[in-house]
Structure formats: C-alpha cells, structure tokens
C-alpha cells in the first residue's frame, strides 16, 4: 500500500481544480488504503482550496486525485470531510434546485437530487463517520459521492437542459476538451 501522493499546490499553497473533460473526472475513484500524515494534508488542502474557490465540497477527482474522499461545508454545524463515503438515500422524494460545479465553472442547471440522504465512511483518522443530510446538504453529498463514480452533476440532466448544458460547456472559455465523455447515466 502506498501513501496518497499528493498534487502540486498552485498559488497561496492551494491546490488547481480540474474542470470536465479530464479522464480523472470521468472514472470511478479508488478506495483509500492508506491513512498517514499526507492523507491529513491533502485533506487540509482540499478543504482550504474549497473555501477559497468558494465551494460546497470538493471530491478527490476534482483536484486530480483519483481517490474515494471529499470534503464539506454547508454552513454551520455542515462542515467536515469523508474518507470511503457510502451513500444512502432515505427519501424517494426529488427536489429539483440549481446546482454547479467547481469543475464546470461559471454554469448552472437546475438538478434533481434526493432530498435526504446518509452518507457513512471514515475520517482521515479511520474514525467511523455517519452523517444524514436533508435539503442543500443532501444534495452535496450526492453531488460528491457521484464526482467519485465518475459523474458530472449535467450526466444526471434530462432533454433540453442536458441539450443546453453540453452546448455550454462546449462554448465555455474555460473549456479546453471538444465535449464531456460519453455518458453512464441516462
């Protein structure tokens, strides 16, 4: 087992953020075998570099990290980060509400996401984690979770709002890549 090689910090020591087109965003994660000091770091940097993006959360795959981690925060008392994360949906009940991305910047559709969840897994200590979420913290956890299966929040898009999303990303100035890779969800 080795230990979490971590990527190079840009400026102010945080780290880039990948946006879509990138392979590491389009693949599932690998499970974290490995609980050191430079998996504490790269948490610490991941949260710091959410914060500052400004973010919600931040998954592994979004820094360049093709690890099954992300971090959080919601508000008050909605802040931490899960390592290995499991997600449970406790609702069949949809709420549809604008989301984005870090990794597509700039754009937002409105999404349907569960409106509560759990989500379980460890902390970078391999101390259990059990967090159930309603409402916008629901949705980051979804939104994360699926950031480590591979998927963009547009992949969950239906008819002509996936239609303009794609269109969107193409324009997008940030957008270095011809298109997103093809899609696993319909």
């Known amino acids: 087992?080795?230990?979490?090689?971590?990527?190079?910090?840009?400026?102010?020591?945080?780290?880039?953020?990948?946006?879509?087109?990138?392979?590491?965003?389009?693949?599932?994660?690998?499970?974290?075998?490995?609980?050191?000091?430079?998996?504490?770091?790269?948490?610490?940097?991941?949260?710091?570099s959410m914060k500052a993006a400004p973010g919600a959360g931040l998954a592994g795959p979004q820094v360049g990290v093709g690890l099954r981690l992300f971090t959080y925060d919601c508000g008050p008392g909605q802040r931490g980060h899960v390592v290995n994360p499991v997600l449970e949906r406790l609702s069949t009940v949809l709420e549809?509400?604008?989301?984005?991305?870090?990794?597509?910047?700039?754009?937002?559709?409105?999404?349907?996401?569960?409106?509560?969840?759990?989500?379980?897994?460890?902390?970078?200590?391999?101390?259990?984690?059990?967090?159930?979420?309603?409402?916008?913290?629901?949705?980051c956890f979804q939104h994360e979770v699926d950031h480590l299966d591979g998927v963009l929040y547009v992949e969950r898009l239906g008819g002509k709002v996936r239609k303009q999303a794609l269109k969107d990303i193409r324009a997008a100035s940030w957008n270095g890549t011809p298109s997103l890779e093809p899609s696993r969800t319909s």
């Open 1 to 48: 087992m080795e230990s979490v090689v971590l990527p190079a910090p840009g400026p102010g020591g945080l780290l880039p953020i990948v946006v879509t087109g990138q392979p590491v965003l389009h693949r599932p994660a690998a499970p974290v075998t490995v609980f050191d000091a430079a998996l504490a770091e790269l948490v610490e940097q991941m949260t710091a």
């Open 96 to 139: 549809v509400e604008a989301e984005g991305c870090l990794s597509i910047p700039g754009l937002r559709y409105p999404t349907p996401r569960a409106s509560r969840v759990r989500v379980t897994g460890v902390d970078v200590d391999g101390k259990p984690v059990d967090v159930v979420g309603e409402g916008y913290l629901a949705r």
